[in-house]
């Protein structure tokens, strides 16, 4: 009866498929990203991404779901709560950069934006690289740390990007077409809170060596 039961329960391996699973929504809806700031395609992409949210969302719940039913798992529950979220807020943002970028139809794209389109897309993919990872904290704290460290440096990027972005187009457009810097400015926004949220799982990473090492 008790072997029966216990089949029943979520393996604790599980957590890191579903973990996995979500980090390859969150990749390919950073690459999908990417492709729609090139401006082509832009339909494509944006449906693309819009798909991609949606698949995190059941995977995020399937998450929690196990956190409830579960009576073991990899590491603290609050953990595995915390850094789910946050990587469903990273994929999440990259929702609401379509729609404001549907919202405006807006069709070309700054040459700064492309280049944050790439640094989401390189700290979409450190975090698909620490995911594996915290199947063994302890034997990969050393690499964890870096990566998290690496994602810091691309957030600190952004922001440079993010802030050149908005003189630019104040130089262009702030006297001539406020609509088109208001638009702009919505747009360099956002892709800068898609990188913020990458900071979020890279710190909730960090706090789980921390607990675990």
């Known amino acids: 009866m008790l072997g029966w039961f216990r089949r029943l329960l979520p393996r604790e391996d599980g957590f890191f498929d579903m973990f996995e699973r979500h980090s390859r929504t969150v990749v390919g809806g950073a ?3 990417q492709q729609l700031l090139l401006g082509k395609d832009i339909d494509h ?7 991609l949210e949606d698949e995190a969302d059941h995977i995020t719940a399937e998450v929690l779901l196990a956190v409830r039913r ?3 798992t990899p590491f603290d529950r609050g953990d595995i709560k915390d850094l789910i979220q946050s990587m469903d807020d990273a994929i999440d943002t990259m929702h609401k950069t379509v729609k404001t ?26 975090v698909a690289e620490a995911i594996p990872l915290l199947h063994k904290v302890g034997a990969h704290s050393v690499r964890l740390n870096a990566i998290a460290e690496e994602v810091m440096r691309a957030e600190g990027r952004a922001d440079d990007l993010h802030e050149q972005g908005l003189k630019d187009l104040f130089k262009r457009h702030g ?3 406020p609509m088109a810097y208001l638009v702009g400015s919505e747009i360099y926004g ?19 060596v921390i607990e675990n090492v």
């Open 31 to 33: 690459e999908a990203l």
């Open 190 to 208: 956002q892709l800068e809170k898609v990188v913020d949220r990458f900071e979020d799982v890279a710190n909730e990473i960090s706090g789980i």
């Open 70 to 72: 579960s009576f073991i």
């Open 175 to 177: 006297r001539s077409d």
């Open 45 to 51: 992409w944006s449906q693309r991404i819009i798909d």
């Open 101 to 126: 970028v549907r919202l405006f139809e807006q069709k070309e794209f700054d040459p700064l934006m492309q280049e944050m389109g790439g640094v989401i897309v390189d700290a979409a993919k450190l």
